[in-house]
């Protein structure tokens, strides 16, 4: 074990949102790398790839649709946490169906949760990434 802390990019327009949870992984031990637009995200992922991210699904011009499928063609690998806080129907599907669309594609799967989940549940994904 090299005792290297995991990275885990923050991905989420609202900055308070982003500000609690790069707070809440920092106290749980990661480095935290936030951002506030999918095309600054993509923009960085290409030099300095995560150990795992948490992406939000609603943000203003690349959504977080969006990102998922630019994640998939690129390749990365990079096992996502999804969480929303404008849960709406088909949600949950939608990012199923990319998965499947990965997975098909020989590109690496995403693990997802939703919105529903409980933290100690993301936590314990976290750690496993």
Do not use: Q, W
């Amino acid at each position: 074990m090299t005792g290297r802390k995991k990275v885990v990019a923050v991905l989420d327009d609202e900055t308070k949102m982003c500000v609690a949870l790069t707070r809440l992984l920092k106290s749980h031990g990661y480095n935290v790398k936030p951002f506030e637009s999918g095309d600054n995200f993509l923009k960085a992922v290409r030099v300095d790839r995560p150990d795992c991210m948490l992406l939000d699904l609603h943000m203003p011009r690349k959504t977080g649709f969006d990102v998922l499928e630019s994640m998939f063609s690129m390749r990365l690998g990079v096992p996502i946490i999804v969480i929303t806080g404008h849960d709406e129907p088909g949600n949950a599907e939608r990012v199923r169906r990319l998965k499947r669309v990965a997975t098909r594609s020989r590109l690496a799967p995403t693990r997802s949760c939703s919105s529903r989940s409980r933290p100690s549940n993301s936590f314990a994904r976290l750690k496993r990434c």
